[in-house]
């Protein structure tokens, strides 16, 4: 089976716009991301989707392949569609633009279950939620899985509801923002009209979720740091470095 991982990256973020071309130690945000998902062993190429010119210039500087997509996508899942459905591929993983410190194993946790197993429609990941602070940010999203390790609900709340301030060892647990597709799965997703719930919660996911695609949630102790925000990017200049640098 043949994949391909597709990073979506638009300038006019609503909480932070021109993040994709913010600098980390010289480079934009959007090609430390290209950088680190191109390591993946079980993808055949990275390719950047967007709207905006100056996005693609710098990608295409930096060695990657861009294809440009529409401006008026509702998400990233639909951007990766729209730069992916010409491709002949069978697995399609989207990569968020703002995962700072993706790295190739990670991508390549995602994609193997679909390798291995027919049953998910989509794969991916979740880490423990290591304070209050983090259990109570709108900015990371939240998790809750059945016994099989399919999601039941995806939240920018906490969820389950805490008893305390403290989240739960086992019980509480943040999204990581990358999905590996298959190719009908991805197809039918685009296809679906907005959902309550996803414009409720402004989470993508939950388009697929309330229409009854599978999504397994691996777990992970891969700590993302996606810049969601200016503030998150001391984070993320601290998480990575230049290339060469020890």
Known sequence: MRAIGVIPSRYSSSRFPGKALTSLHGVPLVVWVARGASQAKLLEKVIVATDDERIAAAVAAAGFEVVTTSADLRSGSDRVWEAARSTDCDLIVNIQGDEATIRGEVVDACVRPLLESDEPDVVTLRTPISDGEELRNPNAVKVVADSRGYALYFSRSPIPLP?????????????????????????????????????????????????????????????????????????AAAAIRPQGEK
């Open 163 to 235: 008893g305390g301030e403290a989240p739960v060892r086992g019980l509480h647990y943040r999204h990581i923002g990358i999905y590996a597709y298959r190719r009908d799965a991805l197809e039918r997703f685009a296809s679906l009209p907005n959902s309550r719930l996803e414009a409720a919660e402004r989470l993508e996911q939950l388009r697929g979720l309330e229409a009854g695609l599978r999504y397994l949630v691996l777990d992970t102790d891969y700590r993302s740091v996606d810049v969601n925000t200016p503030e998150d990017l001391a984070k």
